[in-house]
């Protein structure tokens, strides 16, 4: 039987960069994010007959170490329903699959759970965040919407390391309007270092990697306390240094990882401009160029219109708060 579901991607707030076991995928610390209602990923998966899983991602089949680490990632799925079963998936975003847009945790969001139905499973959220996390780490944020707290665990089997929601979308909608603003850079798909690998270089190159992680969990911490007030500033103050000291660490591991182009900078400043004149707008950016602006609904249409007149800002997507992923029926 052929099984859809939807996730929406989701952007950390608070950034999980590094890993305290690659073959596991576990954090090496906690982290923490929205998620997005307008960047959606859907994706169908139906067992088959042939001798190797297929994969199709918005419309072209991978091939090679893609479709070898999809398959690696079914494994989890297939040991889990104890079968041998072969599948095929299909999934398609719904925004551009630039890199940086957070594309793979909406894709194994989705997967995980489609995966799971067409295997025979039913897991709870929590073992749905666990495999999704297997896939790609900020995935097991995607599990759930609103704002979500991922926990690092400690457990060296990765039982304890699953993300879980801090405050519904629902709740967002009726009580904290949030949105965030995506400024696009750049045409095209982006070529920049995938954030799996950077983050391996960083751990083993770079000076300022332990100072990154040992100021995540006062970041945590703080981001914590700031959405228990509903307090938009300094949530979006962690956020903004958060993305900071990340991107500090990547440039300084040797060689360099440098996501940023001019473009980045130039939102950067159009976003502390934006607050001077009494907005409320905090930046923050990922393995790649784009710059995503934390924002309120009400303010949402004003922040976007300033940051699409950055050159070379391609696009602009606005987005409210996103629920959690769901079975398509
Ligand atoms: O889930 P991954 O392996 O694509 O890593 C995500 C890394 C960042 O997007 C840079 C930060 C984050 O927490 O989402």
Redesign the pocket.
């Known amino acids: 039987m052929k099984v859809t579901a939807r996730a929406h991607a989701n952007i950390?707030l608070v950034?999980?960069?590094g890993k305290r076991d690659a073959a596991l995928n576990l954090p090496a610390a906690g982290?923490l994010?929205l998620t997005l209602a307008a960047l959606t990923t859907t994706a169908a998966v139906e067992p088959i007959d042939g001798a190797g899983d297929e994969l199709v991602l918005d419309g072209h089949p991978v091939t090679g170490g893609g479709i070898a680490r999809f398959s690696g990632w079914l494994d989890v799925v297939r040991a889990r329903a104890g079968s041998r079963q072969r599948f095929r998936a299909e999934s398609a975003n719904d925004f551009p699959t630039a890199s940086g847009l957070?594309s793979?945790?909406s894709a194994y969001a989705a997967l995980a759970l489609a995966a799971s139905r067409a295997a025979g499973l039913t897991l709870d959220a929590r073992e749905l965040s666990i495999l999704a996390r297997r896939g790609?780490?900020?995935?097991a944020r995607s599990i759930f919407g609103g704002l979500v707290v991922m926990r690092p665990g400690s457990r060296a089997d990765g039982a304890d390391a699953f993300a879980e929601t801090l405050v519904s979308a629902a709740e967002l909608d009726r009580d904290w309007p949030l949105a965030m603003v995506v400024a696009v850079v750049g045409g095209g798909k982006v070529k920049s270092l995938s954030?799996?690998a950077a983050?391996e270089h960083c751990a083993e190159t770079s000076p300022l990697y332990d100072g990154w992680l040992a100021s995540v969990p006062g970041d945590l911490a703080a981001a914590r306390a700031a959405i228990e007030r509903r307090d938009l500033h300094s949530l979006g103050e962690v956020a903004e240094q958060s993305a900071l000291t990340?991107h500090a660490a990547a440039l300084a591991a040797r060689p360099a990882i440098a996501y940023f182009r001019p473009a980045t900078i130039a939102l950067i400043d159009a976003v502390q401009e934006l607050r001077r004149r009494g907005a409320s707008a905090f930046f923050t950016m990922?393995?790649g160029p784009h710059v995503k602006v934390l924002t309120t609904r009400d303010e949402a249409a004003q922040v976007a219109e300033r940051i699409g007149q950055v050159p070379d800002v391609t696009q602009v997507i606005t987005s409210a708060p996103g629920g959690p992923a769901e079975l398509v029926p």
Do not use: E, L, Q
């Open positions: 950390a950034k999980y960069w982290s994010s957070a793979s945790a790609s780490g900020s995935a954030s799996r983050m990340m990922d393995a």
